[in-house]
């Protein structure tokens, strides 16, 4: 009898996944691989030292509710010689390819030769202008996402693997001449690293988030409420980011030397004039 295990990209995923027909045990990867310091031995004493580094000092996530909800789910995939089956279920965004390679590249580190690997990514939908995210799918259409998974094949995990190590390393040049449309699996990765190149410096210093986040404070006087509910409105019509209310926060933070706070708004200094004059 075929056993299944699904690893999902989030928590939402796993509530319609619940409610679904489809069969199997679930493991949410909670990791978000687009921010922060790396490692390209994923799950490492290296790589986990830098994970708790991070989500301490920048988030004020300690190291033990880090390793609850995120490491706990991770190490589960260490021994998966009990399943035939490994469907991996995930979004078109930065956010989520980022997270689909180095899950890759654990899977592959951990291979079990039996099991049969299978993707599922959401991104587009026949009749649907906008790209579409998991949770834009109902129970029952999860059931016909289920039925029409990818297979991967081990070549597939090399590759992504592979992906995972040069976005680690992060040389621009490198990104930029690469064709990650090499592999027809993962369809998806050229538009996110396209996007992950706009997160470099431009001629003004700042990337194309940070830029964003000075002209929405310039168009009005904005509270950091309505600042990070106007870059999510633009992340949906513009980007393939994927971030949430969290990325964006902490984006906002690191530019507090470009604004001045009165009454709650946000108004630009003279820096921040400066830097999107330019």
Not at 100 to 128: Q, R
Not at 248 to 277: R, S, T
Request: include cysteine; aromatic fraction near 14%; hydrophobic fraction near 35%.
């Amino acid at each position: 009898m075929s056993k299944t295990i699904h690893v999902l990209n989030g928590d939402s995923t796993a509530k319609i996944l619940e409610k679904s027909k489809i069969e199997g045990e679930i493991i949410v990867w909670r990791e978000m691989l687009c921010e922060g310091p790396l490692h390209k031995n994923v799950g490492s004493d290296e790589f986990l030292l830098n994970r708790y580094s991070y989500f301490e000092t920048e988030i004020g996530v300690s190291r033990l509710e880090y390793y609850d909800k995120t490491i706990k789910e991770i190490v589960k995939l260490e021994d998966l010689s009990g399943y035939n089956e490994v469907v991996l279920w995930f979004e078109f965004d930065l956010f989520c390819q980022v997270n689909l390679v180095a899950l890759c590249t654990y899977l592959l580190d951990n291979y079990v030769k039996k099991a049969n690997y299978y993707l599922v990514c959401a991104g587009y939908k026949k009749g649907e202008e906008e790209l579409q995210s998991l949770s834009d799918y109902s129970p029952s259409e999860f059931e016909t996402l289920f039925d029409s998974k990818i297979a991967l094949s081990k070549t597939n995990l090399e590759f992504a693997k592979e992906i995972w190590e040069m976005y680690v390393e992060n040389d621009f040049k490198k990104l930029k001449e690469f064709n990650f449309n090499q592999s027809s699996k993962f369809k998806y990765l050229q538009g996110a690293i396209d996007q992950h190149l706009l997160r470099f410096p431009s001629e003004n210093g700042l990337n194309q988030i940070s830029t964003k986040i000075l002209e929405i404070i310039n168009s009005n006087e904005f509270s950091e409420k309505e600042i990070i509910k106007s870059l999510l409105i633009w992340q949906q019509k513009e980007t393939v980011y994927g971030f949430g209310d969290l990325q964006y926060f902490l984006y906002l933070n690191k530019l507090e030397k470009y604004f001045i706070i009165k009454d709650e708004k946000y108004y630009l200094n003279e820096k921040g004039l400066a830097k999107i004059n330019k």
